[in-house]
């Protein structure tokens, strides 16, 4: 046994990077709503970026370790405790075998994402072990967790964090766990705190008038109850078109913002529907697609307009960064000590 769930939380699943290649089917891409944290919890211990990790929404469960092993935790602050002493985030933890850790309440975010050395060992359905809440199939059993269910991990595999493992479990003594005294930067996180995201005008965008295109861009949206990791769904300035327009359905993606009938837009997310026949004002820049996925119902977000080059540009810059955080965490890793 690895993992038993004691308590689920709100809403507790198994996400990687998603299920790609399957659109042309009607099947939707899914994966984690903020990709950049659980790409850097899995750097942390070790594994492939796209490994399956555990994405705990708002309220997080209580989970019983059955073994040892190596985690970290990144994203959200949903104030995670390892038999009741607070854990920090975004660095290699050691967890001895029979310790519950808990998460309680979203203080900072709306997310967290646990990767345990090795991956989470669910079925892959589709190139995948994503979890398809709608369809039913991929994670545990395509479910969110239960209480009672067992988790299990993925066998450590020779490119694990041998260093941190071995580092953590010497320094640990009788405690419950050991951290790692060094991390990454939270300054290489978005600020949760920040309330802009970036969005480069979609193929409608002059077909809505000049009030609604000023409007959107200078008003502030509340991210209202009814969003979910298919959408968004915004109140605000409600946004008109000149005139009305007949559209067929054609493809949409994660960070889409359509506008229905009614005015109020809906920004597409992680489990978004493969085709869509609304108007469509923008599109979410990719660099800000983690930052958005930790927004809370109930909290505003506010639109600054970026051009399709700025926002690759960004991206880029961000994924150079990624790229030089993986490379140094494998050097520390200690590969070369094995041959």
């Known amino acids: 046994m690895s993992i038993e769930v004691i308590k689920p939380g709100m809403n507790t699943t198994i996400q990687d990077l998603g299920r790609n290649g399957f659109q042309k089917y009607g099947i939707i891409v899914g994966g984690a709503m903020d ?45 995670p405790e ?30 967290a994402y646990l990767a345990v050395e090795g991956g989470f060992d669910v079925p892959i359905v589709l190139g995948s072990r994503d979890t398809n809440l709608r369809a039913g199939i991929g994670g545990y059993h395509g479910r969110a967790l239960a209480e009672g269910d067992i988790i299990q991990r993925q066998q450590r595999k020779q490119q694990g964090n041998y ?16 951290a790692a005294d060094w991390h990454i930067s939270q300054s290489l996180f978005p600020s949760y705190t920040q309330s802009c995201i970036r969005v480069i005008p979609a193929e409608h965008f002059a077909c809505f008038t000049a009030e609604s295109r000023s ?12 969003s979910d990791r298919m959408g968004y769904r915004l109140s605000g300035a409600k ?44 599109h979410v820049a ?18 600054q307009e970026i051009t399709l080059r700025e926002a690759q540009s960004a991206l880029l810059r961000r ?12 050097l520390f890793s200690g590969r070369g000590e094995r041959g």
């Open 319 to 330: 994924e150079a960064t990624m790229k030089r955080i993986k490379l140094g965490l494998q």
């Open 35 to 79: 990709t950049l944290a659980l790409r850097l919890a899995n750097y942390l211990v070790g594994n492939d970026e796209g490994a399956a990790g555990m994405e705990i929404t708002l309220k997080g469960p209580r989970l019983l370790f059955h073994e040892e092993m190596l985690i970290a935790i990144c994203g959200g602050d949903l104030s």
């Open 286 to 303: 990719t660099v800000d697609l983690p930052l958005l996925a930790q927004f809370k119902p109930g909290e505003m977000v506010r639109f």
């Open 239 to 282: 946004l008109e078109l000149t005139m009305p327009l007949e559209l067929t359905s054609e493809a949409v993606t994660v960070g889409t913002i359509q506008v229905p009938p009614e005015g109020n837009p809906i920004v597409l997310m992680a489990d978004r529907q493969t085709t869509g026949g609304y108007p469509k004002i923008g």
């Open 82 to 111: 390892i038999n009741g002493e607070p854990v920090a985030l975004n660095r290699p933890v050691w967890v001895r075998k029979g310790s519950m850790l808990q998460f309680g309440y979203a203080r900072k975010g709306c997310r």
């Open 215 to 226: 409007a959107f861009f200078a008003s502030e949206y509340q991210i209202t109850p009814h």
């Open 163 to 178: 260093a941190a493992s071995r580092q953590l479990a010497e320094k640990m003594d009788y405690a419950s766990f050991a």
